[in-house]
């Protein structure tokens, strides 16, 4: 495991591949019964007459496990992910089956003007299947410290 990073670490460019992980049926209906408790979220039947046409995951539920991807296995932030407000989208549906992983991209890296004990770097991170299909979209601003002098 890396040591975790700071803002100076990290550079435009700068790439990150989270380890997987697979979706199952069980797990979409769980989720969506504690907390998106709509019927293509829960019932096979009821979403084949949905816009998706099929079970889906919740889009809330793509972007946690995304969220515990990039904490445990993705990039190593010091202190922690701390956000500090994004962009969500989510191209197509989450399916059981389905093996997920994040590739994340540093697209901007601004130190702070009035704190210079820390910055924020901006992070693309796109959520893909198991066939390389984009499943969901994530541009996040997150404050990082900056290295100790």
């Not at 769980?30 to 816009?51: C, G, R, T, V």
């Not at 496990?65 to 994004?86: H, K, P, W, Y």
């Not at 991209?105 to 299909?133: C, F, M, W």
Request: net charge negative; hydrophobic share 35%; proline share 7%.
């Amino acid at each position: 495991m890396t040591a975790p990073l700071y803002l100076d670490d990290i550079h435009i460019g700068d790439r990150f591949t989270t380890g997987e992980h697979t979706l199952d049926e069980t797990q979409i209906i769980a989720f969506a019964q504690q907390f998106d408790p709509q019927p293509f979220h829960l019932d096979h039947e009821a979403a084949k007459d949905s816009l998706f046409g099929g079970l889906a995951a919740s889009g809330w539920h793509t972007a946690s496990i995304s969220m515990r991807l990039m904490v445990t296995t993705g990039m190593r932030v010091q202190g922690g992910n701390i956000g500090a407000g994004c962009e969500l989208q989510w191209p197509r549906p989450t399916r059981p089956g389905d093996v997920l992983h994040v590739e994340t991209e540093v697209i901007d890296v601004r130190p702070s003007a009035t704190r210079p004990d820390r910055g924020i770097a901006t992070l693309r991170s796109e959520t893909k299947n198991q066939r390389g299909e984009v499943v969901q979209v994530l541009v996040s601003k997150m404050v990082m410290p900056r290295r100790p002098a």
